[in-house]
C-alpha cells in the first residue's frame, strides 16, 4: 500500500526584524508536530529566514515526499510575500513554484493582507484551498491563529472546513485592523475578495476552489493531491481528442510512409497514456467505493453538524471567552425560540469546555434548591462519608476540598479538567440562588487557601465556570428587570465582580445572517444547503433559532442528534 502521510512544509521569514512572536510560532508549531511526526501521521520542513531561492530550493529538496501543504507566515502585503533577504514573492512568481509542485493543495498564507494574492493562485495553480487574511493582522495573534489551525486540523484530525470553524470561533474577534485598508489594495481586489474585506469580518478566511476540499483532512489530503477524479477526467478527455485527430492523421498519410510512421508511433504513444488514465480512474472509483453507505451518511452528519456549530449567536458568542481566568460565570436569558441550550453549546464549543464535565440544576425553590445543590455534588463525587440528610458548614468544605483537589487537579495541583455548573433559572424569586453561589465562592475562596494553590491557580487553562439560563415562554421585561437584580447583588458580593458576564437576550436572525452563514459553509451544497435558500427560510422561519433548526432539519435526509438533542422535531 503506497505512503500516504502528507508532507508540509513551513515558512518563516521577518526581513524587518518586528515580528516578536514569529520565533515564538516556529518553536510551537515544530513541538506540536513534532509527536504526530514520530508517529508517521505526517512529516514536515521548517525553513527559516526564508529567501526566493530557499523556498525554490527546498521544493526541490522534498519533491520526493510530494508536499501537499505550504505554509508561509512574516509580513506581507497586496503586492506578495515579504522574504528575509528584502524581496517580494508576487502572487505570480508564488504561482509559478506552485505549478512545478503540483502536488501542493493547500496555503495557509499567514501574513498581513494575502487574501489579494489568492484570486492568481486559485487561477493558475493546482492548489484547492488558501487560507489567506482579508486585513491587517498583529502577529501575536497570527501565532496564535497558525497554532489553533494545526491543533485542529493534525492533532484532532479534522477536516479543513471543520479546522477553519473551530479556527472561526477561537478568533471571530480577532478582526480589528491596525490601520484601515490602503485605496491601491482595495482598488486592485477582485470584486468577491473586496465584499469580504470589511471591518467586523473574521481576519483570516478560507477560499476554495471547489467543494470538495473542504472535507480534506490529514488521513486523505496526500491522497487527493497525488490525482482528482476532476483532474483525471480532464486528462482522459484531452488525451481521447488527441488520439482521435492522430488518427485522422495517419490515415491520411496512408501513402507517405516516413510521415505514417511518425503518426502511427505518436498513436501508439497516446493509447499508452490513455489506457493508464483509464487505469487510473478505475483505481480512483474504487477507492471512492471503497465508503460504505453508513461512512458516507456520517460524513453527510459530520459536514451538517460541523455547520450548525456557526449558526448565529454573534453578538453573545463575542462576548464570552475565558482566556487566563480559572473562574467565571455568565448569564444568558431569551424565550423558548431563542434555543438556549445552541448557545450554551457554543459557549462550551468555543472555551473548549469537555462536555462530560457539567452538572446541571433546575433552580426552583420549591424544590429546595438551596440544598439540592450540595446534595447533587456528593452524588455526583461519590462522597459516602457525608451525610446528605444532615450537610453540615465543615462538609460543605469537605465537598468543596474534594471537587477541587481529586476531581478539577485530579490530586497533582494542577487544573485538568473544566467543571462546568449549568443552573436553569425558572422561579421569580431568585435570591436563594443568590446565596447558594455565594456559599460556593465563599467555601471556594477558604479550600484554595487550604490547600495552597493561590500561586498555581494563576496558571490554570481549565476552568470552574457558571452558567445561569433565563429561559421565560415568551420575553418579559418585567422578568428580565428581575433577573439583572439579582446579578447586579452577585457581583456586588466580590467573586463575579470580574468574571459573571451577561449577554443580551438573542436577537433574531436577519434574512442577510441566514445567507452569510449559508455562504460561510460552502460545505453543505453537498447536502443541498447553499445561499440561495435563505430568503425562503427566513420567510418560513421568521428569524427564530429554532424554527430555523427545524427547516434546517427537515431539508436533510438523515436524522440529526445534534438538533434533535434541543427538542426540536
Not at 16 to 38: H, Q, T
Request: hydrophobic share 40%; glycine share 4%.
Amino acid at each position: 500500500m503506497p505512503d500516504i502521510s502528507p508532507y508540509f512544509i513551513f515558512a518563516f521569514a521577518d526581513p524587518v526584524g518586528n515580528l516578536k512572536f514569529i520565533a515564538d510560532e516556529e518553536e510551537k508549531i515544530d513541538f506540536l508536530l513534532a509527536y504526530e511526526r514520530s508517529n508517521n501521521v505526517l512529516g514536515f520542513h521548517r525553513i527559516l529566514k526564508a529567501t526566493g531561492p530557499d523556498i525554490i530550493k527546498n521544493f526541490e529538496k522534498y519533491r520526493p515526499q510530494e508536499p501537499c501543504f505550504f505554509h508561509f507566515s512574516g509580513h506581507a502585503s497586496h503586492i506578495g510575500l515579504y522574504l528575509e533577504d528584502g524581496k517580494t514573492q508576487s502572487a505570480l512568481a508564488l504561482s509559478a513554484i506552485l505549478t512545478n509542485n503540483s502536488a501542493i493543495k493547500v496555503l495557509f498564507l499567514n501574513a498581513c493582507s494575502t487574501a489579494t494574492l489568492v484570486k492568481d493562485i486559485l487561477d493558475q495553480t493546482g492548489v484547492e484551498a488558501v487560507i489567506a487574511t482579508r486585513t491587517d493582522v498583529y502577529d501575536e495573534t497570527a501565532a496564535k491563529v497558525s497554532l489553533s489551525f494545526y491543533e485542529h486540523f493534525v492533532v484532532h484530525k479534522r477536516t479543513l472546513q471543520e479546522a477553519y470553524n473551530y479556527l472561526y470561533a477561537d478568533y471571530e474577534s480577532s478582526c480589528v485592523e491596525k490601520k484601515g485598508p490602503s485605496k491601491k489594495r482595495v482598488a486592485e481586489m477582485d470584486e468577491e475578495l473586496k465584499a469580504l474585506d470589511q471591518t467586523g469580518k473574521f481576519a483570516w478566511g478560507l477560499f476554495t476552489k471547489n467543494a470538495e476540499i473542504l472535507n480534506a483532512s490529514i488521513t486523505n489530503i496526500r491522497m487527493r493531491s497525488q490525482v482528482s477524479w476532476t483532474e483525471n477526467e480532464t486528462r482522459i478527455q484531452q488525451l481521447e481528442e488527441q488520439l482521435k485527430e492522430e488518427e485522422e492523421i495517419m490515415q491520411e498519410a496512408i501513402n507517405v510512409p516516413r510521415l505514417f510512421e511518425r503518426s502511427k508511433k505518436e498513436v501508439e504513444r497516446l493509447k499508452k497514456e490513455l489506457d493508464e488514465a483509464r487505469s487510473l480512474k478505475t483505481t480512483i472509483i474504487q477507492t471512492n467505493n471503497a465508503k460504505t453507505a453508513d461512512e458516507i451518511l456520517k460524513e453527510d452528519q459530520s459536514v451538517f453538524e460541523s455547520a450548525l456549530k456557526t449558526l448565529n449567536y454573534r453578538n453573545q458568542r463575542n462576548v464570552f471567552k475565558m482566556e487566563g481566568k480559572p473562574i467565571g460565570g455568565l448569564v444568558m436569558t431569551g424565550d423558548r425560540d431563542s434555543v438556549l441550550d445552541l448557545l450554551y453549546y457554543h459557549l462550551l464549543f468555543e472555551n473548549k469546555v469537555y462536555e462530560n464535565s457539567q452538572l446541571t440544576f433546575p433552580f426552583d425553590p420549591a424544590s429546595s434548591f438551596y440544598d439540592e445543590f450540595w446534595i447533587a455534588l456528593i452524588k455526583w463525587l461519590n462522597l459516602k462519608n457525608i451525610n446528605a440528610d444532615n450537610i453540615r458548614e465543615q462538609d460543605k468544605k469537605e465537598i468543596l476540598k474534594y471537587l477541587i483537589r481529586d476531581k478539577f487537579c485530579g490530586g497533582v495541583g494542577i487544573a485538568h479538567q473544566d467543571i462546568v455548573f449549568k443552573i436553569i433559572c425558572s422561579n421569580k424569586d431568585l435570591s436563594r440562588l443568590e446565596l447558594t453561589l455565594d456559599e460556593f465562592w465563599r467555601y471556594w475562596d477558604s479550600c484554595i487557601a487550604e490547600l495552597k494553590l493561590i500561586t498555581r491557580m494563576q496558571q490554570w487553562t481549565h476552568k470552574v465556570l457558571f452558567f445561569l439560563i433565563d429561559e421565560m415562554e415568551m420575553l418579559d421585561a418585567g422578568r428580565m428587570k428581575t433577573f439583572t437584580q439579582a446579578v447586579t447583588q452577585l457581583k456586588q458580593k466580590g467573586r463575579f465582580n470580574d468574571c459573571l458576564q451577561v449577554l443580551t437576550p438573542v436577537d433574531r436572525m436577519t434574512e442577510a445572517d441566514l445567507e452569510r452563514w449559508l455562504e460561510s459553509q460552502p460545505q453543505l451544497a453537498r447536502i443541498g444547503l447553499n445561499a440561495t435558500l435563505a430568503k425562503e427560510i427566513h420567510q418560513q422561519s421568521n428569524g427564530t433559532i429554532r424554527q430555523i433548526l427545524k427547516i434546517l432539519k427537515s431539508k436533510v435526509k438523515f436524522e440529526v442528534p445534534f438538533i434533535t438533542r434541543f427538542q426540536i422535531n
